[in-house]
């Protein structure tokens, strides 16, 4: 399956919603994912991942009011969060995370799983 992520290229989560739960490391997420999108990070959450897959699908991977942006020194520390919402607009974006971080073992390296997909992403850019 391929799919490529915020670090990759812009990808617009707007209209988006809570549409699942996982239950998975911070680390397998940065695996999966690379480093935590840079953008904006409200008060309510620490960490995001936004993922578009071959399909067109969008997903969002996000804490919400578990961290310490939250919670203060009460809260987790985003290293050890498990707890992740999935935002998408509609189920199939859970789905296929879930798809993902089951088969995370048949994951190539976050530098070679989505060439094929951003060299399609930059074509399409261009033209």
Known sequence: MKYITHNDMNISTHGTHGCGRIHVSY???CTLFGQPWAGRVDYKSDAEWQVEFEDGTVACIYNWKNGMNF??????ATPLITEWNVGAFDSRGVELIDELIENHDKVATVQGHNLDLMEEANDQAHN
């Open 27 to 29: 680390d397998l997420l």
């Open 71 to 76: 919670l203060g020194h009460r809260g987790t």
